[in-house]
């Protein structure tokens, strides 16, 4: 007898993961952070060449934090990669399976920088183009921040696309919010549009965010 089934297309991954070392290297990177703000004080080039509304109270590096030389940066770009690394893998899991000989893969950093918020600080919402995983991972947040202050919101990526009966209830949600957590990395396509609320708290928040591509290796 023939079963019936539920078939799930295209769907929305967002991975969470979590910096079992991030306690150690927290004080280096943020002091890290304030040494490159004070080298340089105007942040992001190619923002200053834009008329670039969608950010308040916040400086923001340019986009190859990559490529500077800092041991507790390139330990969490490690754990970055090894983590976006394993949602290629689970997310593309039926694509590998089909695959007689399971390839190597490498994750490349094409852009990477770090924010760090005052208060009030917030970002609008906006996506990341045409890359395939973008991230967040943060490394100061408010302990006693609420659920909304600071955290990250992703917007539904088919709005307006549906009814509003019952039927299509789990669909509602036009966003969802995720809180802001020192040590959390999130992983999500980079065409998810998100935004952060606005950040209150004692000390400023810092995150380091990127965009990548998987490699092959032959």
């Keep these: 007898m023939k079963q ?5 297309f295209w769907p929305v991954l967002i991975g969470q993961f979590y910096n079992p070392e991030h306690d150690l290297i927290k004080e280096e990177l943020t002091n890290f952070f304030k040494e490159y703000e004070k080298k ?3 942040g992001n080039k190619q923002l200053q060449d834009k ?4 950010n308040y109270n916040l400086y923001q590096s340019n986009y190859d934090l990559h490529n500077e030389k800092n041991i507790a940066l390139h330990k969490v770009l490690k754990f970055i990669a090894i983590s976006i690394l394993e949602t290629v893998k689970s997310a593309n899991h039926t694509e590998l ?7 190597e893969m490498n994750i490349k950093f094409m852009e990477s920088w770090f924010i760090r918020y005052n208060q009030g ?16 991972y943060y490394v100061q947040a408010s ?3 609420k659920t909304m202050n600071g955290s990250t919101y992703f917007m539904k990526p088919h709005q307006g696309q549906h009814p509003n009966d019952f039927g299509s ?6 966003q969802i919010t995720i809180n802001a957590e020192e040590g959390k990395l999130l992983i999500f396509p980079g065409f998810l549009s998100h935004g952060s ?6 000390k400023d928040r810092m995150i380091i965010s990127t965009n990548s591509l998987t490699e092959l290796k032959k």
């Design 4 to 8: 019936n089934k539920l078939h799930q």
């Design 40 to 42: 340089n004080p105007k």
């Design 51 to 54: 008329d670039y509304h969608g």
């Design 97 to 103: 399976n089909k695959l007689e000989k399971k390839p």
């Design 121 to 136: 600080g917030m970002i609008y919402p906006h996506n990341h183009g045409n890359h395939s995983w973008s991230c967040i």
């Design 143 to 145: 302990k006693e921040a």
């Design 169 to 174: 209830s789990y669909m509602k949600n036009e």
């Design 197 to 202: 609320h606005p950040f209150k708290g004692e």
